[in-house]
C-alpha cells in the first residue's frame, strides 16, 4: 500500500506561521490536496493541485511542493485554524485517492 | 447551493449488511464523480470507494473490496454504498463526497456523513 505521511501534530502561537509537510514517494509525479476537519464536523477543501485555493479560502493559506515532499503553510495563525489537517494524492498507480494520516494543528 | 445528505447508517451485528444513501442537490448530479469515504472513530480519513458519472466503472480500497458495492441513480441524484459482511472495523463516520469534476478525484463538497456502527 501506498502511505503518506504527516507530522501527528503541530503547535504554534497566534499570529505566527505554521507548515505541516506532507511526504510520499509518488508526489514529484502527482498533485497534492489538503483538507481541515474540525471536531465533529466534515472536513472541507483547503488546497488543491499543490497551491490552488478553492474560493472562500483565506489568502493566509497556501500550498507549495518540493520533491516529495508537499507543504501547507498557514501564515499568520488564528484559533479558528485549529483542527485535524489531512493532505490526499493518489496512490502509486495514480488512480485512487489516499489520505495522508493527518495533522492536528494546536494554536497555543 | 451544494448539499449532500447521508443517511442509512446505524447499529448492525457483525457479518450483517447495511445500505447507505446520500442524496444530493445543487449541482448537475451526473456531471460528477462520487466517492464514499470513512473515518473510525478517532482515526484518520480513507477513501472507501469510487463511482464515474454514469456508474459504469467503480472502484475499492482493498479493505472493503468484494463486500461493499457503491452505485449511483442519476434520475434521483443518489448515490449508495451496500455493505455486507460487514466487520468490527468497518465501525466509522462514512461521508460521501463530490469529486471536482468527473475525472479529477479530489473532493469539494462533503456531506455530515452517517454512522455505522459493527457490534461483535
Known amino acids: 500500500s501506498y502511505d503518506l505521511t504527516q507530522p501527528p501534530s503541530v503547535s504554534v502561537s497566534p499570529g505566527q506561521t505554521a507548515r505541516i509537510t506532507c511526504s510520499g514517494d509518488?508526489?514529484?509525479?502527482?498533485?497534492a490536496y489538503w483538507y481541515l476537519q474540525k471536531p465533529g464536523q466534515a472536513p472541507i477543501l483547503l488546497m488543491y493541485?499543490?497551491?490552488e485555493r478553492p474560493s472562500g479560502i483565506p489568502e493566509r493559506f497556501s500550498g507549495s511542493s518540493s520533491g516529495t515532499i508537499v507543504t501547507l503553510t498557514i501564515s499568520g495563525v488564528q484559533a479558528e485554524d485549529e483542527g485535524d489537517y489531512y493532505c490526499?494524492?493518489?496512490?502509486?498507480?495514480?488512480?485512487?485517492?489516499?489520505f495522508g494520516g493527518g495533522t492536528k494543528l494546536t494554536v497555543l | 447551493e451544494v448539499q449532500l445528505l447521508e443517511s442509512g447508517g446505524g447499529l448492525v451485528q457483525r457479518g450483517g449488511s447495511l445500505r447507505l444513501s446520500c442524496e444530493a442537490s445543487?449541482?448537475?448530479?451526473?456531471?460528477?464523480?462520487m466517492t464514499w469515504v470513512r473515518q473510525a472513530p478517532g482515526k484518520g480519513l480513507e477513501w472507501v470507494s469510487v463511482?464515474?458519472?454514469?456508474?459504469?466503472?467503480?472502484f475499492y480500497a482493498d479493505s472493503v473490496k468484494g463486500r461493499f458495492t457503491i452505485s449511483r441513480d442519476n434520475s434521483r441524484n443518489t448515490l449508495y454504498l451496500q455493505m455486507s459482511s460487514l466487520r468490527a472495523e468497518d465501525t466509522a463516520i462514512y461521508y460521501c463526497?463530490?469529486?471536482?469534476?468527473?475525472?479529477?478525484?479530489?473532493?469539494?463538497?462533503w456531506g455530515r456523513g452517517t454512522l455505522v456502527t459493527v457490534s461483535s
Open positions: 463511482i464515474s458519472v454514469r456508474g459504469n466503472n467503480t
Open positions: 445543487g449541482f448537475i448530479f451526473d456531471n460528477f464523480a
Open positions: 490526499q494524492a493518489a496512490d502509486r498507480s495514480g488512480t485512487f485517492p489516499v
Open positions: 509518488a508526489l514529484p509525479d502527482q498533485y
Open positions: 493541485k499543490d497551491n
Open positions: 463526497a463530490k469529486a471536482w469534476t468527473s475525472v479529477d478525484l479530489f473532493f469539494d463538497y
